[in-house]
């Protein structure tokens, strides 16, 4: 069974910057496009960003020129670089793949905006 193992949340103010990582134990990490997201309390999960397996990259509106997605193949890792953090951004971040065929979810790492 794939583990997705996610790290690199924390307490930050407004402004300030993460970056999360995210390590999968599947053969076929390097074949898939894999993807960030978000779950604030009482919302819905919400898609972040996304990178197809050459390298490609889609963000949210929310998101896009504050977030930055990366994939390292040989490590089976992607990161999410944040910068200019708003309060709005407080949420547990998850990864997994992109589409249909999820894996199960990991625990997930906390990012808290907050002054």
């Known amino acids: 069974q794939v583990r997705l193992v996610e790290s690199g949340g924390g307490l930050v103010q407004p402004g300030g910057s993460l970056e999360l990582s995210c390590a999968a134990s599947?053969?076929?990490?390097?074949?898939?496009?894999m993807g960030w997201y978000r779950q604030a309390p009482g919302k819905q999960r919400e898609s972040v960003a996304s990178i197809g397996r050459l390298g490609n990259t889609k963000y949210a509106d929310s998101v896009k020129g504050r977030f930055t997605i990366s994939r390292n193949n040989n490590h089976k890792t992607i990161f999410l670089q944040m910068n200019s953090l708003k309060p709005e951004d407080t949420a547990s971040y998850f990864c997994?793949?992109?589409?249909?065929?999820?894996?199960?979810w990991g625990q997930g790492t906390q990012v808290t905006v907050s002054s």
């Open positions: 997994n793949t992109v589409g249909d065929s999820l894996w199960p």
């Open positions: 599947s053969l076929r990490f390097n074949a898939l496009p």
